[in-house]
């Protein structure tokens, strides 16, 4: 698909931009990132949008895993969330989704963005 200087590779996840003098390729990828719960090495250091967020989750999904992240800049207003439970064994991804929407269901209209990566601790 090419418009505009822009083409879009669907085989290769790039995209590649293309200007008068040169050409350059930004490469998309989705991957999954998490850190133990545990782990004392790593402050978190959140705002109190965050970590209410953080207890929430916390308190109801038991996570082996779970990083709260501002993506803001410090406004609290977007956060990326990436968590492993046991309760989202045997669940596809848009029912951990939902589950995760449901325990924040307080939250998320205070929020402008969000961004869930989630996965049962059977993967």
């Given at each position: 698909m090419k418009?505009?200087?822009l083409s879009f590779?669907?085989?290769?996840?790039?995209?590649?931009?293309n200007s008068s003098?040169?050409?350059?390729?930004l490469f998309v990828s989705n991957r999954l990132f998490s850190?133990?719960?545990?782990?004392?090495?790593?402050?978190?250091?959140?705002d109190t949008k965050g970590k209410m967020i953080h207890n929430?989750?916390?308190?109801?999904?038991?996570?082996?895993?779970?990083?709260v992240i501002d993506m803001s800049g410090g406004c609290g207003s977007m956060y990326r969330i990436e968590i492993i439970s046991k309760e989202f064994n045997n669940k596809n991804t848009l029912n951990q989704h939902r589950q995760v929407n449901s325990?924040?269901?307080?939250?998320?209209?205070?929020?402008?963005?969000?961004?869930?990566?989630?996965?049962?601790?059977?993967?």
């Open positions: 418009s505009n200087g590779n669907n085989r290769s996840s790039s995209l590649l931009l003098n040169s050409s350059s390729r850190t133990n719960v545990d782990n004392q090495d790593e402050e978190i250091v959140l929430l989750l916390s308190d109801s999904l038991k996570p082996s895993s779970l990083k325990v924040l269901k307080e939250v998320i209209p205070t929020l402008h963005g969000l961004t869930l990566y989630t996965s049962g601790e059977n993967k």
